[in-house]
């Protein structure tokens, strides 16, 4: 697998054209069942909104780190303008057209004890004469992107989509469909098709054996001129198709949460893998790792590059091979998990050797939230601190390492002269809800606690392994070689 491509994702430049919707979780429990019929009494404690369809699909899109824009139809109303105020958050280029006789697509669901109670669709079928303003959009804007995705749920904003496929592929523009319609011939032009089993079916293939689904895979993308198809088969996994080539992936087992936006994160990490410069074989498998993660999540949701790093690193961990996102989009991951409601717990070091006791004091550290940030010295810091002949391992492996414990999500460097050899500056940026130090410290003698605790965070102080230190290590080396 090509992991280099995996430094370049910020270099896909994808435009997602689609049925865009606003989704609507109220979470609450359930604890008796109503007395005026026979249904559950949820009591509501919270309310989420969230990036729905094709605004879901660019979200996934962003948060691995791709360059997305995104065009859709909304109408002039609260939930419109609710959804382009999601997606400015969410670094997405939204150019959403305004209906005003049609309402935006809602769907609202009811969610107790980790399950969905009901779901509660509030929508309009869009029209031709709707989809029509998509069109002139896609050819204002589609010079800017190398890929364009098609993101199809029949709500009538791709109804001219035979066109739009037109307008991209005279751009010389690569181009994938999620399908919603079981006439694939009018997806005619898409160089990658996503459909699921029950879509595939719906279009007449054939999955009564490996090899009708095979032959008939191929007659369907020869009949409706589309050069692939990459055909999502649940717990079988995947199947990437082709006239002469066919590549089986199977399904990473995870415990299942939810299914929903699955096929939104599939054809996401798809189309950024292969803008990141991966081949079509090694953007699958990406895919479905992809997938593997988002499955055990509840609700439409995304997977980071960290995420898919860790997953990957299990997957090929016989390689030896390993990825760590690049230092400066981790700010961006760390805004993404805050929007998500995560906990954010930060703590810094030199880690110059890593022994049991960081190890232990990591995995303490991430006990006190959802997500772990470790600020690391750069290598002319713990030279200022240490002295001339540390550290003994430069900064990119000591993050390779560090990066690589479960307990560890992201890794950012700090220590440049002009700012000092404090995280101060690091923990004001991320403004952590929870700050760790190890040792015997008071907690107004910690760097940044003051900007924790005036945000309303917290400060923990955690004691190391009596025993455990960078410096007896390197001792103990010193002394087995006299």
């Known amino acids: 697998m090509n992991l280099a491509a995996l430094q370049n994702l910020h270099n896909a430049k994808i435009l997602v054209v689609g049925d865009v919707m606003l989704d609507r979780y109220w979470h609450g429990d359930t604890g008796r069942i109503s007395p005026e019929a026979p249904v559950p009494v949820v009591k509501v404690s919270s309310l989420e909104d969230k990036a729905g369809g094709a605004a879901n699909v660019a979200k996934n899109i962003a948060h691995l780190d791709g360059k997305v824009g995104l065009l859709g139809l909304i109408g002039q109303d609260e939930n419109g303008r609710k959804l382009n105020s999601i997606l400015e958050d969410e670094s997405i280029d939204s150019q959403l057209v305004s209906v005003d006789t049609l309402p935006t697509i809602a769907k609202m669901r009811v969610i107790s004890r980790h399950q969905q109670v009901v779901r509660l669709d509030m929508e309009e079928q869009f029209l031709p004469e709707h989809s029509a303003l998509l069109t002139e959009k896609l050819k204002a804007v589609i010079e800017a992107y190398e890929y364009v995705l098609f993101s199809d749920y029949n709500k009538g904003a791709l109804a001219n989509i035979k066109e739009m496929i037109e307008v991209a592929k005279q751009a010389g523009k690569t181009v994938l469909v999620d399908p919603k319609m079981s006439d694939l011939s009018v997806y005619r032009g898409a160089d990658f098709i996503t459909p699921n089993l029950n879509e595939f079916k719906l279009a007449g293939g054939d999955a009564s054996t490996e090899s009708a689904l095979t032959n008939s895979a191929r007659q369907l993308i020869a009949d409706a001129g589309i050069g692939a198809m990459l055909l999502t088969r649940s717990e079988q996994g995947m199947s990437l198709i082709s006239a002469d080539d066919k590549h089986d992936f199977s399904a990473q087992v995870l415990e299942v949460s939810d299914v929903t936006g699955a096929g939104d994160t599939v054809i996401a990490t798809l189309t950024t893998m292969l803008g990141a410069g991966m081949n079509a074989k090694d953007a699958v498998e990406m895919a479905n790792l992809a997938a593997g993660i988002v499955v ?88 200022r601190l240490k002295g001339a002949d540390r550290p003994i391992n430069p900064l990119n492996e000591r993050a390779m390492v560090i990066s690589a414990l479960a307990s560890v999500d992201w890794v950012v460097p700090f220590g440049k002269e002009e700012e000092g050899d404090t995280p101060a500056n690091l923990i004001a940026t991320i403004s952590p809800d929870v700050l760790v130090k190890g040792g015997d410290y008071k907690v107004e003698e910690i760097a940044g606690a003051d900007h924790v605790l005036a945000q309303g965070g917290q400060v923990e102080v955690l004691s190391f392994l009596d025993g455990c230190s960078t410096s007896n290590v390197i001792k103990k080396a010193r002394l087995s070689k006299s």
């Open 296 to 383: 055990g999540k509840l609700g439409a949701a995304t997977v980071s590059p960290e995420e898919l790093s860790a997953k990957l690193s299990q997957y090929l961990r016989e390689t030896g091979e390993h990825y760590q996102a690049p230092f400066e989009d981790v700010l961006q991951h760390i805004s993404f998990a805050k929007q998500n409601g995560e906990k954010i717990v930060f703590t810094n070091g030199c880690f110059d050797i890593l022994h049991a006791g960081h190890v232990r004091y990591l995995a303490q550290a991430k006990a006190m939230g959802d997500r772990l940030v470790v600020g690391l010295n750069n290598d002319e810091s713990i030279s």
